[in-house]
């Protein structure tokens, strides 16, 4: 089978850097992707990583090792609109998208 | 308007009713999902669709049906809810060779009594 951990909660102050990491069991993947979702709302992407190394999108940057199983998510420049839950997700082969259970990041000022 | 949007946001019914929500996309996205959030469990999917009239179980696809006979539409039937299908229901969709990139509507907010 397969399967996502990613801590349940992370806290950090405004203009800071911070490190989600994914560690994942898997059979086969084509690719990691990360997703934000604020309180009440959709989650919505935020990167894919279909190979190793790092993918930068302004602030964040999403990295992943196919060797060790692991992904990371770092988001630079705090601000406190980054308070949110950060899902890491599998892009599995055979079927679609699994979802891991969520980071719930808290920035404060 | 563009984008993705699902109906009816809020439901409450009842155990035994059959229930429908609606998801609706303007992009002509190939594929729709189905997702349910609980807390403690993240996103799950249901179902998903990459073309019309072509359906495929998701992790937890056991009382719920869908169809897809416009590319447009992707229908989620309850049909006989219960108790524990109380949650909030996340529809979404990704065109063709990019599933990664997932556009997920405003939810809707299921209370099953």
């Known amino acids: 089978g397969q399967s996502l951990e990613q801590p349940s909660e992370v806290t950090a102050v405004e203009g800071a850097i911070v490190q989600i990491n994914c560690t994942y069991q898997?059979?086969?993947?084509?690719?990691l992707s990360w997703y934000q979702q604020h309180d009440g709302g959709a989650p919505t992407f935020l990167s894919y990583?279909?190979?190793?190394g790092l993918e930068e999108t302004g602030r964040f940057s999403s990295f992943l090792s196919r060797s060790d199983s692991y992904g990371y998510l770092l988001l630079q420049e705090l601000q406190m609109k980054d308070s949110a839950s950060y899902f890491c997700?599998?892009?599995?082969?055979?079927?679609?998208?699994?979802f891991g259970k969520g980071t719930t990041l808290s920035v404060s000022s | 308007d563009a984008g993705i949007t699902q109906s009816p946001r809020y439901k409450i019914t009842e155990t035994g009713r059959q229930v429908t929500l609606m998801c609706h996309q303007t992009?002509?996205?190939?594929?729709m999902f189905w997702y349910r959030q609980d807390l403690g469990h993240g996103l799950r999917l249901i179902y998903y669709?990459?073309?019309?009239?072509?359906?495929d179980k998701g992790e937890v696809p056991d009382g719920y049906v869908v169809s897809r006979s416009k590319t447009e539409n992707f229908p989620l039937t309850l049909e006989s809810a219960t108790r524990s299908q109380t949650s909030v229901y996340f529809c979404?969709?990704?065109?063709?060779?990019?599933?990664?990139?997932?556009?997920f509507g405003p939810g809707t907010r299921l209370l099953v009594l």
């Open positions: 979404a969709s990704s065109e063709m060779g990019q599933r990664e990139t997932q556009y």
């Open positions: 898997t059979s086969g993947f084509y690719g």
């Open positions: 990583n279909a190979l190793d």
């Open positions: 997700v599998l892009n599995q082969a055979g079927t679609a998208l699994i």
């Open positions: 992009w002509s996205h190939s594929y």
């Open positions: 669709s990459a073309a019309a009239d072509i359906t």
